[in-house]
């Protein structure tokens, strides 16, 4: 259980960084749907951000993002499901790369 808690905080706050940091706000409300998704996941139940992420850089907050989301299959999710949210999170990255 600790280490999906600690998985989840992790997806959950560098998704929320991405919205953050993002170029424009459709890029950020696409953001906030993948967040919200992952959330959906965990029906509601899910740990606070309490950290800021060590960086502002885009790319490394976007790949440590759907890393940490592909990682939630490992402790019970479904990978249709996670697989949806990491779709999600890919036509986010796409509109901001448009943008």
Known sequence: ???HAVLLAEARTYV???ADHAVSLDTALEYERVLLQVDALHDGRV?????APPTNDREIL???ARMAIGNLT?????AHEVH???DMLQAARDLETRA
């Not at 740990?47 to 950290?51: Q, S």
């Open 1 to 3: 259980m600790l280490a």
């Open 16 to 18: 929320a960084a991405l």
């Open 74 to 78: 490992a402790h019970g999710l479904g």
């Open 84 to 86: 949806l949210c990491l």
């Open 47 to 51: 740990p606070p951000i309490i950290t």
């Open 62 to 64: 976007f790949d440590i």
